[in-house]
């Protein structure tokens, strides 16, 4: 299982791909069954769009309340509807936002050969709590759908595929130094976000460049 996660501010566009009913795509609703609604009555996409908005309007420091996470696992992969079910919910408590605080909504798609799921939350709390963060979103992900994958029995994710080049001894040190530092760095419990980690990273002499897509989402 991998989870792929964006962020943005348009609940209602969000909703509508969701529940396949984008325009142009030719795409009934049906195709996309509802699989959670947690803190939202049940509706429209437009209907449950304005409720999160509503709830979202409460903070005035976030501009992108939004978050949208895929969760896909690997073709020919058997996934039941209640393992679909208990990963989104389960994903929702290990990022930071439990259903039981936060505006869920979930989504099936069939559009593709492997299964996934398509995860809408809403980051302000419904309790007027802090919202959920996004700083280090990258970094934890695979830890959570590796754990997720473990407690509901499904398959891990294939190994990192190794060429001839991986065999040069200077390069398998050189990533064995990095990845030994990343993995003290981020079970640290005051750890920060990208400054704090290129920092670190500089003071054991390794550089970052790191790679963001258009939205400013970190990727790589």
Not at 50 to 62: R, V
Not at 170 to 196: N, T
Request: hydrophobic letters at 35%; aromatic letters at 6%.
């Amino acid at each position: 299982m991998i989870a792929k996660t964006t962020t943005g501010s348009d609940f209602e566009g969000a909703l509508t791909y969701g529940a396949g009913q984008r325009k142009g795509k030719g795409k009934e609703p049906g195709e996309a069954p509802l699989l959670v609604v947690s803190n939202v009555i049940p509706g429209s996409p437009k209907e449950m769009a304005q409720e999160m908005k509503s709830i979202a309007s409460q903070s005035k420091k976030i501009r992108k309340p939004v978050w949208h996470t895929i969760l896909s696992w690997t073709e020919g992969e058997a996934v039941s509807l209640q393992q679909k079910v208990a990963a989104a919910r389960r994903y929702c408590e290990l990022i930071g936002a439990p259903i039981d605080r936060h505006q869920v909504v979930v989504y099936e798609h069939r559009d593709k050969k492997h299964a996934h799921v398509h995860i809408y939350l809403n980051r302000v709390p419904i309790d007027g709590g802090p919202a959920l963060r996004t700083d280090n979103n990258f970094y934890r992900q695979p830890a959570i759908t590796r754990q997720i994958s473990q407690e509901l029995g499904m398959q891990p994710l294939p190994e990192r595929r190794r060429s001839i080049k991986d065999l040069d001894p200077k390069k398998e040190a050189a990533r064995e130094q990095v990845g030994q530092a990343l993995k003290h760095l981020f079970s640290l419990p005051d750890r920060g976000g990208e400054e704090w980690l290129a920092a670190q990273l500089l003071n054991q002499q390794i550089s970052v460049r790191y790679t963001h897509d258009r939205g400013g989402t970190l990727r790589g």
